[in-house]
Each structure stands twice: as structure tokens, then as C-alpha cells.
């Protein structure tokens, strides 16, 4: 599907693949295509005879669209700007939304009707590694996201940081992927933290680039670790009653978050 190149990876293949897969739907099949991504807008354009709902969110040209309101965690869904659902759940952010209504219309295909999906996922729990709530203690909220992309990561502290919370919003990221490890994403991967009150990176020891390149970048006060004990001495020392902490990384980062927990107990004596 791919090949590495000094550019990340060949677009233009995957897309080859993706115009193949479209082909293999069939007619009574239904394509849910997010409205606002040129690259899909290409790949329907080479040739699609399935019928398409199209997604996005409000203002833009999907059939169907998303509008956030004052409360993080709901969002209203809209058909040709008729108010047709509303959902309230427990993960904020665009990114959610958005895949939520995909989920919704591919249901919808299947013969649920769309108030009925609405209220189902209103009564989602989740799904491991999203914002999965790891443990509190110390009043500390400690999060596990497999986010391991600058836009993955964006995406996450954006709606994270639109939560209510009495203290700070901490960011962990371990660069754990491939493309990481390569330094593909090291000119945007910074950018992709202003979302956090304060960053920890922790370097993997085959890491072949600079992580300092990325600690200049960030506008938030960042750390670097090289060592994984001494990077949770000093969050348990750094954080406070109220802060949340999302550690990010698409591996097990060495046990961290059971480390953090059992180091904040110890701490509160609890």
C-alpha cells in the first residue's frame, strides 16, 4: 500500500488501493465519505458506482454534518440543515464527532434508524486506548490514547483541553511508530502539542533524530527523558490534585501508566 520515500509515504499508491476497493462495493452498498478530504474526492472521481453519503462538519458541503455546542461532550447532527439527532457521550472533539456520524450513517445503511443509533451511541463506553481512563489517584487523571501522529495527537488535546478539569492538561508521547522513529513527522509533530499545559517526550534509545527539535517547537514548557524512572519521578513530583495526564504512544511504553499510578499512591500514602 505504501513505499517510504524522504517524503513519508507514496500517496498517490494508496490511493490506487483505495479506488480498488471502491470498485469491489456493490450496487446495494452504501460509501460514507467524509465530504472535506480531497484526497477520497480523488479517488470517487476515478470511478464509483455505489451510492455515496457524504459527511462534514457544519458549513461545508456534506449531506450530513456535525454542529459542536457549548457542552464539549455533545454534538448535534444535521441533514441538509435540518436538526435530525443530537448525541451526548464522553469524548469531546471533532475528531469524535466525525466518526461518530460516519458510525451513525453506516448504521443508518443497515436499517437503524437515526435516533435510535444516536441514543445507542449516547450509552458507548468506548474502546480501549482512546481516552481510556487508566486510573486516578493523587487526584490525578491518568489517560492512555494510542494517538502516535501529529494530526492524532492535535486532534486528541484539542478535545481533551475542552473539558472541564481544576488543574492542568499534561501530555506524555513516547515516538514509538516507524515514521516516527524515521523523523518523517519531526517539522510538524511539535505544533501538534499546543493543546497541553506541559509536555514530557521520552527518546527511545534507536530514536535517529533530535527530540530537542521538537521541545523548541511546542509553545508549551516541554522535558526530555531518556530514562523511563526518572521521567515518572519527576511527573510524580510535577503533577497536582486536579491535572490530567493523556501518555501517548502506540506501544506499551514500558508499563508507564501502572508505574505513574502506583508512584502518585505511594506518594498520597493511599
Known sequence: ???????????????????????????????????????????????????????????????????????????????????????????????NQQNALAALLAARHA??????GAQALSRFQGVGRRMEVRGRAAGVTVFDDFAH?????????????????????????????????????RETLGASFNGADRVYLFRPDDLGWDLEEVAETTGVATAIFDDLEALVRCLVTDLGSGDDVIIMSNGGFGGIHQRLLKALRQRSGS
Open 1 to 95: 500500500l505504501f513505499r517510504p520515500t524522504d517524503l513519508g509515504w507514496d500517496l498517490e499508491a494508496i490511493k490506487v488501493q483505495f479506488q480498488h476497493l471502491v470498485r469491489t462495493v456493490p450496487g446495494s452498498g452504501c460509501i460514507v465519505v467524509n465530504a472535506g478530504d480531497e484526497n477520497l474526492a480523488d479517488v470517487l472521481a476515478r470511478g464509483c458506482w455505489t451510492p455515496t453519503e457524504t459527511f462534514s462538519e457544519m458549513g461545508e458541503d456534506g449531506r450530513w454534518q456535525t454542529r459542536p455546542t457549548e457542552d464539549p461532550r455533545r454534538f448535534d447532527v444535521f441533514c441538509e440543515s435540518t436538526d435530525v439527532a443530537g448525541v451526548e457521550w464522553d469524548f469531546p472533539g471533532f475528531h
Open 111 to 116: 436499517g437503524v434508524p437515526l435516533a435510535a
Open 149 to 185: 501522529h501529529p494530526s492524532e495527537i492535535a486532534a486528541t488535546l484539542t478535545g481533551a483541553a475542552a473539558l472541564p478539569r481544576e488543574g492542568r492538561l499534561i501530555a506524555v508521547f513516547e515516538p514509538r511508530s516507524n515514521t516516527m522513529r524515521m523523523g518523517v513527522h
